[in-house]
C-alpha cells in the first residue's frame, strides 16, 4: 500500500491516470500551431502531475496550513504593518461591477467603478491635504518612483532639469528611497541621524546647494520616531529650490492628526495594502497612489478620473511624464482601500491612527526592561530593539529572536533594520492587535530573554516547532530550486 506522504511535492504524488477534472468535449476545431512556433513549439507535451480533485485540494490546504498569515497570529512586522484586513472588503471587492470590470471598456459603461476611483482620490486628497492625486501606481516603491519622476518633469519644465540632479536620502530611510532616487537619473547624498535617531537639521542645512532636486522623508521614521523638525528641514530645501517628497509608509500613525501637505511637503505617496487595508505580502498585489501639491499636478502619471457633470471621465494631466503602469492601477486594491475609509470615516481613521501609537508604546513599555530600547521616547507606529548586548553575554542575535518567537505562534518582526541600529528588531504591533494580543507577544519576549540567559542553545537553533527547522537562507537566496527535476527523482526513485 502506497501511502500519501503530505511532506511531498505535487509531483511525487502523481500517479498515471488520475485526474482532477472532466471538460466537455471542444466544439472548436483543433489547430496544429508548431509549424508557426518554428524552434519555440514543445518536443513533447508537457509532464503535468497527475492528482485526483481530492489529493489536490488535500495536498494544497496542508501547505496553505503552513503558511503564517496575520489570521495565525500576532504579526508585528515592523514598518510593512502587516494588519488585519477586514471581510467586508472582499465582500465589496467580489460584487460583479467591480470583480467582472474590464479596463478597455467603454467607460460609459463603467461609470460605478470610474466613480469609486474619483471618490477615493477625493477622499486620500482630504487624508494627504494635497491638491491633486492619481491611483496609477501599483505599489509603494512605484509610487515613490512616480512622485520623483514628477519632480524631475517639473524642473525640466522651468529650464532647472540639468541642474537639480541631488536627492537627500536620511540614513535611516527605506532602501526604496535611495534606488527610487537612482533609477530616476539622480545622485544621492546621505544625511545623518541624530543621536535621538532623528534627521539632524544641521547636516540638511549643510547638503544643500543649486544642485539639490528635492529630499525623501519617512515620518514617522523606520525607527518609529515622528520627525519633529520636519517642516523645518522642508523649508531648507525649499529655500534652496528643491522639493520634498514625504514617504507615506507609515501614514497609519498620522491620519486625522497631521499630514504630508501640513508639513508643507510637495509630494507624498501611499501605500493602499498597508494603511488602508488592501492585502499585503508575498509580493503583491499593492496601491501606492501619490499626492501633489498644485505645481506638480500638471505632471504626475495618468489617466486619472476627473468629474464633468454627472459623468466620470480619464484625463491625461497635461504635461504628465506619462504611464507608469499599464491602465489605472491595482483596480481591486483601491476598492478595498474605498470600503475601509467609507467604513471608518475621518473619525474612524483617526482613531485607527491613536490605536497604532498607543498599542506600539504599550508594548515598548513591557519589553524594554529586557531588550534594549536605543530611542526610549514616545513612539509612533513602531519601535526598535538593540540586541547588541545579547549578542555579546548569550551569543543570541536578533535573528534567533526572530526565528525563536516562531515557536509561540507570532511571527518575528523586521530584522536588521533600519541600518542605524545594530541588531535591530523593528516592531509594530497595529492598531488592529488587541490588549490580551499585545500581553502575550510581550510574555513571549520576556520568556525568549530568560531563556537566552539559562539555555541560549534553544534560542540560537530555533525555531523548533514549525513544519520547517531553520533554513540556510544564503543558500536559498544564491542557488535556489526553482524547477522540478523528474530525471533526478526517477533516478532516486530506481
Known amino acids: 500500500m502506497i501511502l500519501q506522504n503530505y511532506d511531498s511535492l505535487i509531483f511525487e504524488i502523481s500517479q498515471e491516470g488520475h485526474t482532477g477534472y472532466d471538460l466537455p468535449v471542444s466544439e472548436v476545431e483543433e489547430y496544429d500551431l508548431t ?8 518536443k513533447e507535451p508537457a509532464r503535468l502531475p ?6 489536490i485540494l488535500r495536498h494544497y ?20 504593518t502587516m494588519k488585519y484586513n477586514p471581510k467586508i472588503n472582499e465582500d465589496i471587492a467580489a460584487l460583479d461591477g467591480f470583480s467582472n470590470v474590464h479596463p478597455q471598456q467603454d467607460p460609459d459603461t463603467a461609470q460605478g467603478a470610474l466613480q469609486l476611483m474619483y471618490e477615493l482620490q477625493e477622499a486620500l486628497k482630504e487624508v494627504t491635504e494635497f491638491d491633486a492625486l492619481t491611483l496609477q501606481p501599483a505599489a509603494g516603491a512605484q509610487g515613490e518612483l512616480a512622485a520623483i519622476m514628477t519632480f524631475k518633469a ?11 540632479k541631488v536627492i537627500l536620502i536620511p540614513d535611516s530611510a527605506h532602501g526604496t528611497n535611495p534606488a527610487t532616487a537612482m533609477v530616476a537619473g539622480f545622485k544621492t547624498v546621505e544625511l545623518p541621524s541624530t543621536p535621538e535617531g532623528i534627521i539632524d537639521v544641521e547636516a540638511v542645512r549643510a547638503a544643500v546647494g543649486p544642485d539639490t532636486a528635492g529630499i525623501m522623508i519617512t515620518n514617522p521614521s523606520t525607527a518609529g520616531l515622528f520627525e519633529r523638525d520636519a517642516k523645518e528641514i522642508v523649508d531648507i530645501v525649499h529655500e534652496a529650490g528643491g522639493l520634498a517628497f514625504y514617504d507615506g509608509a507609515n501614514t497609519n500613525a498620522i491620519m486625522g492628526i497631521t499630514s504630508p501637505g501640513a508639513m508643507g511637503f510637495d509630494a507624498c505617496h501611499l501605500n493602499l495594502h498597508k494603511t488602508f487595508t488592501g492585502p499585503h505580502g508575498g509580493g503583491g498585489p499593492g496601491s501606492g497612489p501619490i499626492g501633489v501639491v498644485s505645481k506638480l499636478a500638471p505632471f504626475i502619471p495618468g489617466p486619472n478620473v476627473v468629474k464633468n457633470g454627472d459623468k466620470y471621465e480619464f484625463e491625461m494631466p497635461e504635461q504628465s511624464f506619462g504611464r507608469v503602469k499599464g491602465d489605472y492601477g491595482n483596480f481591486g486594491v483601491n476598492v478595498r482601500a474605498y470600503t475601509y475609509i467609507r467604513a471608518m ?4 481613521l483617526r482613531r485607527a491612527s491613536e490605536d497604532a501609537v498607543l498599542n506600539a508604546n504599550y508594548l515598548r513599555v513591557r519589553v524594554k526592561d529586557v531588550f534594549d530600547a536605543p530611542f526610549d521616547q514616545f513612539n509612533k507606529n513602531d519601535f526598535v530593539l538593540n540586541l547588541t548586548r545579547h ?9 534567533d529572536v526572530g526565528k525563536r518567537l516562531l515557536d509561540y505562534g507570532v511571527h518575528a518582526p523586521t530584522t536588521y533594520f533600519p541600518l542605524i541600529v545594530e541588531e535591530c528588531l523593528m516592531v509594530e504591533p497595529t492598531e488592529t492587535e488587541s490588549k490580551r494580543d499585545l500581553d502575550y507577544v510581550a510574555d513571549v519576549l520576556i520568556k525568549i530573554n530568560q531563556e537566552a540567559i539559562e539555555n541560549s542553545e534553544v534560542v540560537q537553533t530555533a525555531p523548533h516547532n514549525t513544519p520547517v527547522r531553520r533554513l540556510d537562507e544564503a543558500g536559498a537566496s544564491r542557488k535556489p530550486i526553482l524547477k522540478y527535476n523528474f530525471e533526478e527523482h526517477e533516478s532516486q526513485a530506481q
Open 35 to 42: 509549424s508557426e512556433l518554428g524552434e519555440l513549439a514543445r
Open 154 to 164: 517639473y524642473f525640466e519644465s522651468i529650464g532647472e532639469g540639468d541642474q537639480r
Open 61 to 80: 490546504t496542508q501547505l496553505s496550513n503552513r503558511n503564517f498569515g496575520v489570521e495565525s497570529g500576532p504579526y508585528p512586522l515592523g514598518s510593512c
Open 345 to 348: 470615516g475621518a473619525e474612524g
Open 50 to 55: 497527475e492528482v485526483s480533485e481530492l489529493q
Open 391 to 399: 549578542k555579546r553575554d548569550y551569543k543570541v542575535n536578533a535573528k
